[in-house]
C-alpha cells in the first residue's frame, strides 16, 4: 500500500483546516480504527484513524461506521483527555508517517490542559498513543507494546514516549539535486532502489516514477527531475489519484503515472476514502466471520459426502428387482435345493434364450428361507430408494442454501452477519445464545436502495431476511423482480410494472454483481413480475420458486453500479 510518508505530507496539509476545530464525539468502531467528529469552519468532519495491519491511514471520511453499545477503554481514554478539546496543531514529524495533533482541552477541575496525540502508521507497528507533552508520558494507547515483544522501546500506559528508531534515510525537503546525485552509484544501477535507501518518506511507486523521468539522462537530469519533485512536495502541488483496474494504486504526486485507467480527485481525502472504501471492512469481516464461514463450509461439504454415500446405496437399490427374480426363480426351483447348498444352478425362465443362472444360498437356511431372503431385500431395497431419493433431494436443497449463504457472507456488511447468524440460530443449525431478559426490539432490515437512469427506483436484498422482506413485504404485485438464472445471488426489485429495457438491464446487473457470479460476463439474469414470484411450503428462507421470466445476459460494472446507489437507507 502507498500509504507513505509524502501521502502522510499531503493529508496532514489538508488536515491542518481542523486547526481550530473542537472535537464533539470520540468514537472507537472497531480494536483498530477511531473515528472523531470535529467541528471546523461551522462543518462538521469526521477524521478517521486506522491502525489495520494492512489499511493503516488517516484521513477526512464520508463513511458511516457502526460504533460498539459500550466504548472501549482506550476511547473513554481520548474522551477524557481530549473531548470537548480544540485542535492547536496538526504536525507531521519530517517526512515519517508519523503525526502529532496537539489539542488543548479542560481537566475535571476546570484547568487548562495539553495533550498530543500521536498516530504512527507503520503497517502493523502502527498505533495511536495519547501523551502528555510536559512529562513525555504515554497516558494509554491503543496498542499496548510490552518490552517482551518490542526491546527498543515500550508503549504502555507511564512509560516515557520514545520515537520509532530513525532509519538513516535523508529528508528530501533537506536536499538540492545535485546532493542529491552525489548520494547515488551510477554504475552499481538500480537506481530506483538506491532512491528507495537514500530517501525519507518515499515509497518504491515514488522513487520508480522519478528514475523513469531521468531515465538515460546524465546527472543533471537526475538533479532537475529532483529539484522539481521537491518543489512540488515543498509547495504542496498534489494530484489526488488512484488507478482503476487489476492493479489497483494511488498516489498524490504529479510525477506518479499509471499505466491504466485512473480516476482523479479534487482532495486527498476523497481519494483515500474512494480507494478504501469497503476494503477494510471486508477483511474485518472475514476475520470476524471465519467461524461462520468455516461452518457454513463444513456444513455444505457434509451434504456433499452424504450424496456421494446415498449414490452408492441408490446403485445397490436399482438392483432391487434382480433380488426379486431371483427369488421367484428359487421358488420354482425349490426341488432342486437341499439344506446346506451353498448355490444352486437354475433355468432363467426370464431370459429368452432360457439360459441357467447360479443363484448363492446360506447354507444353514432352508430353501424357502433362501427365498423369502431374497424377496425381503427386494423390499428392502425397493424402499430404500424411495427414501435414498428423497434424501438425496433434501441434500441438494441443504447445499444449494449453504452456497447461498457463502455468497451472501462473501459479500456482507457489518450489519448483514448478525441477520445470517439469527438467520442459522431460526433455522437450528447454531445454537441460539441465551435470551436475555428484556425483550428484544425487533430489528429493521436496511436493504439497498438504488436509481436507474430514468429515475426508477430499485431495491436489492443483501441476505435471505433481507430477499424475503423485499419480494414479500416492499414489492407490489406487478412490480419486476430479478435473480440470476440458477446462480446464488440476491433478490431485486424494479418498483415499476412496465420497466424501460435500460432500467431492466441496470437492475440486472446489479442482480449480477450480488451474486456468486460478480465478477463473471455475460451473466444470465431472470425476472419476472412479482405475482408469478412464490415461496413453497417449508421452503428455507431466501427460496423461491418463478415462471412466466424471461432472460438477459448482462456484466456487472462496479463504477456504474455505485453511481446509481442511492445515499442511505429509506425506510419503506
Known amino acids: 500500500m502507498p500509504f507513505d510518508g509524502i501521502v502522510t505530507r499531503a493529508v496532514t496539509h489538508e488536515l491542518t483546516n481542523l486547526e481550530g476545530g473542537r472535537i464533539q464525539k470520540?468514537?472507537?468502531?472497531?480494536?483498530?480504527?477511531?473515528?472523531?467528529?470535529?467541528?471546523?469552519?461551522?462543518t462538521n468532519h469526521s477524521l478517521l484513524i486506522s491502525t489495520h495491519?494492512?489499511?493503516?491511514?488517516?484521513?477526512?471520511?464520508?463513511?458511516?461506521?457502526?460504533?460498539?453499545?459500550?466504548?472501549?477503554?482506550?476511547?473513554?481514554?481520548?474522551?477524557?483527555?481530549?473531548?470537548?478539546?480544540?485542535?492547536?496543531?496538526?504536525?507531521?514529524?519530517?517526512?515519517?508517517?508519523?503525526?502529532?495533533?496537539?489539542?488543548?482541552s479542560?481537566?475535571?477541575?476546570?484547568?487548562?490542559?495539553?495533550?498530543?496525540?500521536?498516530?504512527?502508521?507503520?503497517?502493523?507497528?502502527?498505533?495511536?498513543?495519547?501523551?502528555?507533552?510536559?512529562?513525555?508520558?504515554?497516558?494509554?494507547?491503543?496498542?499496548?507494546?510490552?518490552?517482551?515483544?518490542?526491546?527498543?522501546?515500550?508503549?504502555?500506559?507511564?512509560?516515557?514516549?520514545?520515537?520509532?528508531?530513525?532509519?538513516?534515510?535523508?529528508?528530501?525537503?533537506?536536499?538540492?539535486?545535485?546532493?542529491?546525485?552525489?548520494?547515488?552509484?551510477?554504475?552499481?544501477?538500480?537506481?530506483?532502489?538506491?532512491?528507495?535507501?537514500?530517501?525519507?518518506?518515499?515509497?518504491?511507486l515514488v522513487t520508480k516514477a522519478l528514475a523513469s523521468k531521468a531515465y538515460l539522462g546524465d546527472n543533471q537530469a537526475y538533479a532537475d527531475v529532483f529539484d522539481a519533485f521537491k518543489d512540488?512536495?515543498?509547495?504542496?502541488?498534489?494530484?489526488?489519484?488512484?488507478?482503476?483496474?487489476?492493479?489497483?494504486?494511488?498516489?498524490?504526486?504529479?510525477?506518479?503515472?499509471?499505466?491504466?485507467?485512473?480516476?482523479?480527485f479534487d482532495s486527498i481525502s476523497t481519494m483515500l476514502d474512494d480507494y478504501y472504501a469497503g476494503?477494510?471492512?471486508?477483511?474485518?469481516i472475514k476475520n470476524q466471520t471465519h467461524d461462520l464461514m468455516r461452518f457454513l463450509k463444513n456444513e455444505k461439504a457434509k451434504n456433499e459426502r452424504k450424496i456421494k454415500k446415498q449414490e452408492k446405496t441408490l446403485a445397490k437399490a436399482e438392483k432391487a428387482d434382480d433380488?426379486?427374480?431371483?427369488?421367484?426363480?428359487?421358488?420354482?426351483?425349490?426341488h432342486l435345493v437341499k439344506l446346506g447348498d451353498e448355490s444352486v444352478d437354475v433355468m432363467d425362465y426370464y431370459d429368452p434364450e432360457q439360459n441357467t443362472i447360479t443363484l448363492q444360498l446360506d447354507p444353514n437356511k432352508s430353501p424357502s428361507d433362501n427365498a423369502q431372503y431374497y424377496f425381503k431385500q427386494y423390499q428392502k431395497l425397493k424402499k430404500s430408494k424411495e427414501v435414498v431419493?428423497?434424501?438425496?433431494?433434501?441434500?441438494?436443497?441443504?447445499?444449494?442454501?449453504?452456497?447461498?449463504?457463502?455468497?451472501?457472507?462473501?459479500?456482507?456488511?457489518?450489519?448483514?452477519?448478525?441477520d445470517i447468524r439469527d438467520e442459522l440460530e431460526e433455522e437450528g443449525y447454531l445454537k441460539a445464545k441465551q435470551q436475555k431478559s428484556k425483550k428484544k426490539k425487533q430489528k429493521w432490515l436496511q436493504p439497498d436502495h438504488y436509481q436507474a437512469s430514468d429515475g426508477t427506483e430499485l431495491i436489492v436484498g443483501?441476505?435471505?431476511?433481507?430477499?424475503?422482506?423485499?419480494?414479500?413485504?416492499?414489492?407490489?404485485?406487478?412490480?419486476?423482480?430479478?435473480?440470476?438464472?440458477?446462480?446464488?445471488?440476491?433478490?431485486?426489485?424494479?418498483?415499476?410494472?412496465?420497466?424501460?429495457?435500460?432500467?431492466?438491464?441496470?437492475?440486472?446487473?446489479?442482480?449480477?454483481?450480488?451474486?456468486?457470479?460478480?465478477?463473471?460476463s455475460s451473466v444470465p439474469v431472470d425476472y419476472t413480475a412479482i405475482k408469478h414470484v412464490r415461496k413453497p411450503n417449508g421452503a428455507k428462507p431466501g427460496y423461491v420458486t418463478y415462471d412466466n421470466q424471461q432472460t438477459v445476459y448482462v456484466t456487472p460494472d462496479e463504477r456504474q453500479i455505485e453511481q446509481m446507489k442511492v445515499t442511505g437507507n429509506q425506510q419503506p
Not at 483498530?32 to 467541528?39: G, I, K, Q, W
Not at 476494503?279 to 474485518?284: F, G, V
Not at 434424501?391 to 448483514?416: C, G, P, S, T, V
Open 389 to 418: 431419493l428423497v434424501e438425496i433431494e433434501k441434500a441438494k436443497q441443504e447445499i444449494d442454501y449453504f452456497e447461498r449463504l457463502i455468497q451472501q457472507l462473501e459479500q456482507a456488511r457489518q450489519d448483514d452477519v448478525q
Open 53 to 104: 495491519s494492512s489499511y493503516a491511514r488517516i484521513h477526512l471520511t464520508s463513511e458511516k461506521y457502526t460504533n460498539p453499545k459500550e466504548p472501549p477503554m482506550f476511547c473513554m481514554v481520548l474522551r477524557k483527555y481530549l473531548g470537548a478539546g480544540f485542535i492547536e496543531s496538526v504536525e507531521q514529524v519530517e517526512l515519517e508517517r508519523i503525526i502529532h495533533m496537539k489539542v488543548r
Open 232 to 264: 512540488n512536495l515543498s509547495h504542496h502541488r498534489y494530484e489526488p489519484k488512484r488507478a482503476i483496474g487489476q492493479n489497483e494504486d494511488f498516489h498524490v504526486l504529479p510525477e506518479v503515472t499509471f499505466d491504466q485507467e485512473t480516476k482523479t
Open 106 to 204: 479542560k481537566d475535571e477541575i476546570g484547568d487548562e490542559q495539553y495533550k498530543t496525540l500521536i498516530i504512527e502508521l507503520m503497517g502493523k507497528h502502527s498505533n495511536v498513543m495519547v501523551v502528555d507533552p510536559e512529562r513525555n508520558v504515554i497516558l494509554d494507547s491503543l496498542k499496548h507494546i510490552s518490552p517482551a515483544q518490542n526491546r527498543h522501546r515500550t508503549i504502555l500506559p507511564g512509560q516515557t514516549y520514545i520515537a520509532p528508531p530513525e532509519q538513516g534515510k535523508l529528508n528530501p525537503l533537506q536536499l538540492d539535486g545535485d546532493t542529491f546525485v552525489r548520494k547515488l552509484d551510477f554504475l552499481q544501477g538500480k537506481i530506483d532502489r538506491q532512491m528507495l535507501n537514500v530517501l525519507m518518506g518515499c515509497s518504491p
Open 279 to 284: 476494503k477494510a471492512e471486508r477483511d474485518r
Open 26 to 42: 470520540i468514537y472507537q468502531p472497531t480494536d483498530s480504527e477511531l473515528v472523531l467528529t470535529v467541528r471546523s469552519g461551522g
Open 323 to 334: 433380488y426379486q427374480k431371483y427369488g421367484e426363480l428359487l421358488t420354482a426351483h425349490l
Open 462 to 520: 443483501r441476505n435471505n431476511k433481507q430477499n424475503e422482506f423485499v419480494t414479500n413485504r416492499m414489492a407490489n404485485k406487478n412490480d419486476i423482480w430479478l435473480h440470476t438464472k440458477d446462480i446464488p445471488g440476491s433478490h431485486v426489485i424494479i418498483r415499476h410494472s412496465d420497466p424501460s429495457e435500460e432500467t431492466i438491464l441496470e437492475a440486472a446487473m446489479i442482480a449480477a454483481f450480488y451474486s456468486k457470479a460478480k465478477e463473471s
